[in-house]
């Protein structure tokens, strides 16, 4: 059974920082691309940012390009999610999800049917 858990939200102030983890029971790990989504009240769920198998390309959405950064440990079946400058629009809750790839595309990609798991999310809330 696959699973991914994502942890290390909470609630921190404007201008701070947080950092997501996923661990995911797929294997084997490096044959999937990893992606970060998050979706708040009342909106559709966005890509945030996502990351090839080997690590070798990551990708970002506009809105987080510059404050996030998104990295894999293969070894430890863990991918991450460092947030930086966070800004009150941040808030969402944050899911973590898995996309099976042969090979590593020369961009991660960007639409939610692309990814074949999902995770449960975790609350980031940002404030003033």
């Known amino acids: 059974q696959v699973q991914l858990v994502e942890s290390g939200g909470g609630l921190v102030q404007a201008g701070g920082s947080l950092r997501l983890s996923c661990a995911a029971s797929v294997r084997p790990f490096n044959r999937y691309v990893m992606g970060w989504f998050r979706q708040a009240p009342g909106k559709e769920r966005e890509f945030v940012a996502g990351?090839?198998?080997?690590?070798?390309?990551?990708t970002y959405s506009d809105p987080v390009a510059g404050r996030f950064t998104i990295s894999r440990d293969n070894a430890k079946n863990t991918v991450y999610l460092q947030m930086n400058s966070l800004k009150l629009e941040d808030t969402a809750v944050y899911y973590c999800?898995?996309?099976?790839?042969?090979?590593?595309?020369?961009?991660?990609?960007?639409?939610?049917?692309?990814?074949?798991?999902w995770g449960q999310g975790t609350q980031v809330t940002v404030s003033s």
């Open positions: 990351i090839t198998g080997n690590g070798g390309s990551t």
């Open positions: 999800a898995a996309d099976y790839s042969l090979g590593n595309p020369p961009n991660p990609p960007n639409r939610l049917y692309d990814y074949d798991y």
